[in-house]
């Protein structure tokens, strides 16, 4: 599997999900992985990303609510969401960054 992206689903406002992302070794070894997001007519953007060695970047709005990690073992990178607020109803993608070849979202929806 190139990216499987999973754990998406419908949550109301304040709880959490854990999304899942296996990549194909090719993908994911030795690189910085992010998480993506994509609301409706918005432009995809960076949420989140984590070097080999486990540096982490948030953008500010998710900072204290979101963690990323990942497991080099088994090329998986994972984000753990808390305190979902409706404005981070999106479609999530993880990638290689720099990566342009999408594999398929998983969608979070965060209901009020």
């Known amino acids: 599997v190139q990216l499987q992206a999973s754990g998406g689903g419908l949550v109301q406002a304040g709880g959490s999900l854990r999304l899942s992302c296996a990549a194909s070794?090719?993908?994911?070894?030795?690189?910085?992985m992010g998480w993506y997001r994509q609301a409706p007519g918005k432009q995809r953007e960076l949420v989140a990303s984590i070097t080999s060695s486990g540096s982490t970047y948030y953008i500010n709005s998710v900072k204290g609510r979101f963690t990323i990690s990942r497991d080099n073992a088994k090329n998986t990178v994972y984000l753990q969401m808390g305190r979902l607020e409706p404005e981070d109803t999106a479609v999530y993608y993880c990638?290689?960054?720099?990566?342009?070849?999408w594999g398929k979202g998983t969608q979070v929806t965060v209901s009020s």
């Open positions: 990638n290689a960054l720099g990566r342009s070849s």
């Open positions: 070794g090719s993908i994911f070894s030795s690189k910085v």
